[in-house]
DNA sequence: GCAATTCCCGTAGGGTATACGACAATTGCT
DNA sequence: AGCAATTGTCGTATACCCTACGGGAATTGC
């Protein structure tokens, strides 16, 4: 086994990538330069996958817009998976979030806010991170850096240490699910070149046809009170899961509050 | 084009297998007979999922576990995708919640928890569905009847329409990703052999090298306080991860409720 | 000059979905 | 009985995907 330098084993190699420390203290001298570097790889598979889908950011199609044969990649990166799990922090780090010593709003809530928008911005601008695994994630600066600011919050407000964690966690879930759904709606959006409204229109006869007003009774009084009067499948359009966001996340916070 | 029979269009196409209702009125009467049946061919690809995997559900696999060719499924399904989505709405449907005459627990939270339970079960049976999409979902009569279910509770609770509605879409979202996270992290554990804890001891060298106190405060606040004494790596813990869960939850209804 | 080292990348093998078209089976009509 | 119409089956081919392997190119130290 072909072992790396500190630990041995591919999580170690992993961990070396993720916090770009591949070669800690001895440059290599001798043979070929690298014509590429890792973060140039990490930067175009990101930005194929924004523009194109995550399908798009493949290992033939990175090394076409890099200039290279595919196989060239993997003296950069292992494999693909490896490759995913630095585009995920990449990203994640783009995130503005004030570390230990720097400004941040005043309020608790405020604070919660920023995370929320900022990650909102961020799944916005890289849609394709809705459908990656966030369990076993890479545990790079990206995400560390983000788990330490909701912790410190949840500090702020004053919750004792076990619970602040529970409840850093509850936010990080709800707010990373909210804002992944909204980028893939969104991106759906761009992609199909059909707005949502239409999308709900093109399945009008499910209501026709299919729907049973005895067995869905509550949705059936919901849409009546409707008070726009408008589009009766309103369910799914943008405006209201952004309302939805809202609230849930609002409510959330009043609940964690109170549990002081 | 091929016009099928209601609206015509490719959506109108899965609508009518989602609510398999594909011949309405006049049955085949020409013509060779299929050796196959849609749920046959769903269950088929459910299960190779369940057990193996959501990549081990390709048209090659389904098609040899039946005994047929590759090409005799796009008989019964336009394609993989269709196919996926048919798969989503069967496991949905699974969630044993009482439709509007039925019986229900008397409690609104135990209403809710009745959700919970039944959504943690079925991604628990079914670990491939924390990785699909659920914007713009298969509108089938699985994802009906949790709409309905969640909606109806929260008018139990007395929350008026628009506000119902609201809540039904926030404690969707946060239980169906927390329910989602949970089932991937169980299927990872099953599927690589490795636990949690053994992963994350995997990666011992991020705090040794990597990690630095001063960037990272509260976290290490937090450790230290860790009353178990245990593993300091516990955030990714198996029972931290069903603590939050609980609490989050728990505070998200507790904030529903004071908002009435 | 030459060995050692490192990078580049063509080829090949095994995986995926699915378009196309030949063929089989079943029914209805002549 | 025979033939046309209809529908189901599925082999072949195409176009992707990832990546193991190994030969060749470039660079450095001796």
Redesign the interface.
Same mark, same amino acid.
């Given at each position: 086994m072909t072992v790396q330098h &500190? *630990?041995g !084993?591919p999580? $170690?190699r992993t961990?070396a990538l993720l916090?770009r420390?591949t070669q800690p203290a001895q440059e290599k001298l001798r043979g070929r330069k690298p014509t590429l570097q890792l973060d140039t790889v990490v930067d175009t598979a990101v930005a194929l996958a924004d523009e194109r889908g995550i399908a798009a950011a493949s290992m033939g199609n990175v090394a076409k817009a890099l200039g290279v044969g595919t196989m060239t990649l993997y003296t950069y990166v292992p494999s693909k998976e490896e490759l995913l799990d630095l585009m995920i922090d990449q990203v994640l780090l783009e995130r503005r979030l004030p *570390? /230990?010593g720097e400004d941040r709003p005043a309020d608790w809530r405020a604070q919660v806010e920023l995370y929320s928008d900022e990650t909102r911005a961020t799944y916005s601008r890289h849609p394709w991170l &809705?459908?990656v &695994? #966030? +369990?076993?994630p890479p545990?790079g600066p990206g995400m =560390?850096?983000a788990?330490?600011y909701l =912790?410190?919050t949840m500090?702020a407000l004053g919750l004792p /240490?076990?619970?602040?964690?529970? $409840?850093a966690?509850? +936010?990080a #879930?709800?707010v @990373?699910?909210?804002a992944g759904?909204e980028a893939?709606?969104d991106l +759906?959006e761009r992609s199909t070149g059909q707005t949502?409204d239409a999308?709900w229109h093109?399945? *009008?006869?499910?209501w026709e046809?299919?729907?049973d007003v @005895?067995?869905?009774? #509550?949705?059936t009084?919901?849409w009546n009170?409707g008070?726009g009067g408008g589009t009766s499948y309103g369910? !799914?359009t943008r405006e209201?899961?952004a309302? $939805?966001?809202r609230? !849930?996340l @609002?409510?959330? =916070? @009043? *609940? +964690?509050a $109170?549990?002081k």
């Open positions: &500190s *630990g !084993g999580a $170690a961990l916090w420390k *570390g /230990p &809705s459908g &695994s #966030t +369990i076993r545990v =560390l850096a788990r330490e =912790l410190s500090f /240490p076990a619970r602040a964690n529970l $409840a966690l509850a +936010i #879930t709800y @990373d699910s909210a759904g893939e709606s +759906i949502h999308w093109e399945r *009008g006869d499910l046809n299919y729907f @005895d067995r869905y009774p #509550t949705m009084a919901v009170d008070e369910n !799914g209201v899961t309302q $939805a966001y609230f !849930g @609002d409510r959330l =916070l @009043d *609940g +964690i $109170a549990s």
